[in-house]
């Protein structure tokens, strides 16, 4: 069975001057990408970011794990061809969390859209038309032949449209063309899992979170602790700029000049609305809404999520769902399902990431090439080392991503690629079972070894795939007793993700070690019982804990539209608490 070593996370004093071959900043997962291949190369690296590990875009996306059909139009066939095999490979090497998604296409029109597809693929503006069969069609069969290579998926089909999603679709929807993408349950968890597999081929190499980047002179890079304010030196023979949207800002930190990079935010909505999430039985429905936007909606769990937009920012930092985009979002499912009804009061939770597009004149948001590119600053007046940095690039084409970056970063440190990640499972994706039965065999193992009831086998088998074995005997020992108000979690587990990844702040817990914030599963009971753990398992005083719970509270409210109660004073006035639970080390260090 596959063991689970901890995560080797460390806060900056610990790698005071420490020398690495390589320094990443940004750890989002084109950074955490870069990070693992190059550990795979016996290089060995420390990933740092001024957040949390993904915690910029790389935990606001869509979600989904697609080829780019629309990319088609703007004659983006490299991309569509890279995004469809990147596609195929998640599926293949990361089973637990990317699950294939079957997707419709509503269509009300025969010939709609051929113009307005052949002006865009030739550069020029259109106005804007829906698009027809026909257009489809095309874009579909050719999405099918680029998709090819490892092949995972069913070519698509088009026919008319079925009683049940006459219902459902607006009335003037005729046809439906079916097709298959991706889509992942937790995108922040593969991150954690891509920095444990870089950590166990070169034990070298080293992870901090909440550390920013001041500066480069020579070949020493300072660092400041975000949560204490210390700063530190290391450093370094090369240097990976993968802040994203931040490219920009950290570039100039780093001694460079060059604008590369502008963002657009994308919003999304997530729904507790059981009969739309009936309706799709499983599909997600890919549609234009009646400005041209194309948008998104299916079902995530047991909520459904919605997106998204595309509006230009100038501050990745100060973003948020605004009102007007909660509005849109919601009119333009009002458009698409007219039969039913959607309100304010069904969203349970917002999120909205920057997308780090590379500079265009482009007329409109949706017009900027989603592709991808590495550029090379080399060593200046005031600094010793090359400076590579990662321009564009969107979640599925990580790897693809990496692999070019790192064949440029050993360039550069004089070395030779040993071995590809393009076959290498992820993390718990490893010895995964195959198909239903083998699962059952195995969520059935799982229990009988461990204790712990099928249910919550089979839970910890979709969170954490085949670590899952190792992680319910080492919960059972430390009690895995559920919380009260959230019985999907115990303690022992919520105290294992404290210890062991990283968690340096109860959002950090709350908001992307667990699917309860965007469950739409937090209450103001379930954040202080969450945070008695969290305190308990990180020594946090009663100070501390208060602080953090306002501080998780607010950015909940504020950021993802949660409905908790108003927020308290932030003093160092101790909160109410849970009762003291006893949660011994979930797992040991080997």
């Not at 040993?418 to 065999?441: K, N």
């Not at 105290?495 to 990283?502: H, M, P, Q, R, S």
């Not at 340096?504 to 599963?521: E, S």
């Amino acid at each position: 069975m596959s063991r689970m070593p901890p995560l080797p996370f460390v806060r900056p004093a610990a790698v005071a001057g420490r020398h690495f071959s390589t320094v990443i900043v940004g750890a989002g997962i084109n950074g955490v990408g870069v990070f693992r291949d190059l550990a795979l190369q016996g290089v060995d690296c420390l990933i740092v970011d001024k957040g949390d590990f993904s915690a910029g875009a790389s935990s606001a996306p869509s979600r989904m794990i697609h080829g780019g059909l629309r990319y088609l139009e703007s004659g983006s066939f490299a991309l569509v061809a890279e995004s469809t095999r990147e596609r195929n490979l998640l599926l293949r090497n990361a089973p637990h969390l990317v699950q294939p998604l079957k997707t419709v296409v509503p269509l009300s029109s025969f010939f709609g859209g051929l113009m307005s597809s052949a002006l865009k693929f030739f550069g020029r503006t259109p106005p804007q038309r829906t698009r027809g069969l026909l257009a489809v069609a095309a874009g579909l069969r050719l999405y099918d032949l680029l998709g090819r290579r490892q092949r995972v998926m069913p070519n698509h089909r088009i026919g008319r449209v079925q009683p049940a999603d006459r219902r459902l679709f607006r009335s003037a929807v005729r046809w439906t063309a079916t097709f298959f993408d991706a889509w992942i349950s937790h995108p922040e968890w593969l991150v954690l899992e891509l920095i444990r597999d870089a950590c166990r081929d070169e034990p070298r190499s080293v992870a901090t979170n909440h550390c920013r980047v001041m500066g480069c002179a020579g070949k020493t890079l300072t660092l400041r602790d975000e949560t204490t304010g210390e700063t530190v030196c290391v450093t370094a023979d090369a240097v990976v700029n993968a802040s994203g949207a931040w490219l920009d800002r950290s570039t100039a930190l780093l001694g460079g000049v060059v604008p590369r990079v502008m963002g657009t935010k994308g919003s999304h909505l997530v729904l507790d609305h059981p009969a739309l999430r009936d309706a799709l039985e499983g599909r997600m429905a890919y549609f234009e809404a009646l400005d041209g936007r194309v948008c998104i909606v299916y079902p995530f769990l047991d909520r459904v999520l919605v997106g998204s937009t595309d509006i230009p920012v100038d501050d990745p930092d100060q973003i948020a769902t605004e009102p007007a985009e909660v509005d849109y979002l919601l009119e333009v499912l009002g458009e698409v399902f007219p039969n039913l009804a959607f309100d304010h009061s069904d969203v349970v939770y917002t999120y909205v990431g920057v997308r780090p597009l590379a500079r265009s004149d482009a007329d409109k948001p949706g017009q900027i090439s989603r592709d991808h590119s590495v550029v090379v600053d080399p060593p200046s007046a005031s600094r010793d080392v090359p400076v590579v940095g990662l321009v564009g690039g969107k979640w599925t084409t990580f790897r693809a991503l990496a692999e070019e970056a790192t064949d440029e970063v050993l360039r550069l440190l004089g070395r030779s690629r040993r071995a590809s990640t393009r076959q290498l499972p992820i993390g718990g994706g490893a010895d995964m079972p195959q198909g239903a039965q083998a699962a059952q065999r195995f969520v059935e193992r799982i229990a009988q070894d461990s204790g712990l009831s099928p249910a919550r086998a089979q839970a910890l088998l979709a969170r954490y795939g085949s670590h899952a074995w190792r992680m319910a005997q080492g919960f059972k020992v430390a009690g895995d007793v559920p919380l009260q108000h959230a019985p999907d979690y115990s303690a022992a587990e919520l105290a294992y993700l404290c210890t062991e990844t990283g968690v340096i702040h109860l959002d950090d817990l709350v908001i992307r070690r667990t699917l309860l914030a965007i469950r739409g599963r937090v209450t103001d009971a379930v954040l202080a019982e969450v945070a008695g753990v969290a305190a308990l398992a990180l020594g946090w005083d009663a100070g501390r804990e208060h602080r953090e719970l306002h501080n998780c509270a607010t950015a909940l409210r504020e950021r993802h539209g949660v409905r908790l109660a108003p927020a308290a004073p932030d003093t160092d006035a101790a909160p109410v608490s849970p009762a003291p639970l006893t949660i011994q080390p979930a797992l040991s260090p080997s």
